[in-house]
């Protein structure tokens, strides 16, 4: 199993920046997807940005498109979430999620596209980030 381990995560006014980090250990393939998904209490959990680098693919849900940007250092180990111009509605707990090795051909149930097309085997515990 891939352990995902988030940070970055805090209280912001509405129009800030805030950069998630999540480090991976055990995470080898470029051919699998890892992925930022939130969620606020009673809600569903939404898929927000993920990405593919074999060969390269990101997903963004349109609520976030133009204001995260999601990259991946595999040299590093490490997934990094961008957020700018930060709404109250972002406010959610943020987990890291992997589907490698994409055994597991169970369709994605957050629809993130051909970048993630199958269910996450690995979450992380997540980091909460709050807009004010």
């Known amino acids: 199993h891939v352990q995902l381990v988030e940070s970055g995560g805090g209280s912001v006014q509405a129009g800030e920046s805030r950069r998630l980090s999540c480090v991976t250990s055990?995470?080898?393939?470029?051919?699998?997807?890892v992925a930022w998904v939130r969620q606020v209490p009673g809600k569903e959990r939404e898929g927000v940005a993920g990405i593919r680098t074999g060969p390269s693919n990101t997903f963004y849900a349109d609520s976030v498109k133009g204001r995260f940007t999601i990259s991946l250092d595999i040299y590093k180990n490490t997934l990094t979430l961008q957020m700018n111009n930060l709404k109250a509605e972002d406010t959610a707990m943020y987990y890291c999620?992997?589907?490698?090795?994409?055994?597991?051909?169970?369709?994605?149930?957050?629809?993130?596209?051909?970048?993630?097309?199958?269910?996450?085997?690995?979450w992380g515990r997540g980091t909460q980030v709050t807009v004010s």
């Open positions: 055990g995470y080898t393939s470029t051919t699998s997807c």
């Open positions: 999620a992997s589907d490698f090795p994409a055994r597991d051909r169970t369709p994605n149930p957050f629809n993130m596209g051909p970048a993630c097309p199958f269910v996450f085997r690995d």
